[in-house]
């Protein structure tokens, strides 16, 4: 069957988006908070282009929250390293490994790797079929509740989320300290 032929077999609707979107903690759905308006007012694509601009975010706050708390790095040293850093996908899954001394597990990885593709062919003008695009939502508010369960049990703390608090009253290293860790981490500071 051609690809732009398969049914989405998890967001046969926008129905069942809405269902899912409602089924996701409070955490999700806070940070996606503007999800329930775009899927019911706007073209699907908009909706697709906020759930990753949000995703792509959080994936730099995962990296942000994991050196502040895990390696004590300074804060303001680590968010000047992480805005200055440019965050490819491979880039992302390489340093998250450096960060949580571990790779992301296959199983979240694969749950975004499809909406990606179809992401990047949205963005590039790409005939997408909507069942596709409903299909790749699905799987990034999976990926979100995936990843805030990984990172809780891990790193004690939740990405897609209210993240007040999570780095505990730990001291963190001199900025020059700091520095020489993000480097030896694989972060490009200029």
Same mark, same amino acid.
């Given at each position: 069957?051609?690809? +732009?032929? @398969?049914?989405?077999?998890?967001?046969?609707?926008?129905?069942?988006?809405?269902?899912?979107?409602?089924?996701?903690? *409070?955490?999700?759905?806070?940070? =996606?908070?503007?999800?329930?308006?775009?899927?019911?007012?706007?073209?699907?694509? *908009?909706?697709?282009?906020?759930?990753?601009?949000?995703?792509?975010?959080?994936?730099?706050?995962?990296?942000?929250?994991?050196? *502040?708390?895990? !390696?004590?790095?300074?804060?303001? *040293?680590?968010?000047?390293?992480?805005?200055?850093?440019? /965050?490819?996908?491979?880039?992302?899954?390489?340093? =998250?490994?450096?960060?949580?001394? +571990?790779?992301?597990?296959? +199983?979240?990885?694969?749950?975004?790797?499809?909406?990606?593709?179809?992401?990047?062919?949205? /963005? !590039?003008?790409?005939?997408?079929?909507?069942?596709?695009?409903?299909?790749?939502? %699905?799987?990034?508010?999976?990926?979100?509740?995936?990843?805030? =369960? %990984?990172?809780?049990?891990?790193?004690?703390?939740?990405?897609?989320?209210?993240?007040?608090?999570? @780095?505990?009253?730990?001291?963190?290293?001199? @900025?020059?300290?700091?520095?020489? /860790?993000?480097?030896?981490?694989?972060?490009?500071? %200029?």
């Amino acid at each position: 069957m051609p690809e +732009a032929a @398969k049914k989405s077999k998890n967001a046969p609707s926008i129905m069942a988006l809405e269902r899912k979107y409602k089924s996701c903690s *409070v955490g999700v759905r806070g940070y =996606f908070d503007q999800f329930p308006d775009l899927i019911s007012k706007f073209k699907l694509d *908009v909706c697709l282009a906020y759930m990753f601009f949000r995703t792509e975010m959080a994936q730099n706050t995962i990296l942000y929250c994991g050196v *502040v708390k895990l !390696h004590r790095a300074d804060q303001a *040293v680590a968010r000047k390293a992480i805005e200055a850093q440019y /965050l490819t996908r491979q880039s992302f899954l390489e340093l =998250f490994a450096n960060v949580f001394s +571990a790779p992301l597990p296959d +199983a979240i990885a694969k749950t975004i790797k499809s909406a990606e593709k179809t992401r990047d062919r949205v /963005l !590039h003008g790409k005939l997408v079929e909507p069942s596709e695009i409903r299909e790749a939502l %699905h799987d990034v508010l999976d990926y979100a509740s995936l990843m805030n =369960f %990984h990172l809780e049990k891990v790193a004690g703390f939740k990405p897609f989320g209210d993240l007040r608090g999570f @780095k505990g009253r730990t001291a963190s290293l001199e @900025k020059q300290t700091s520095r020489w /860790l993000l480097k030896g981490l694989g972060f490009s500071l %200029h």
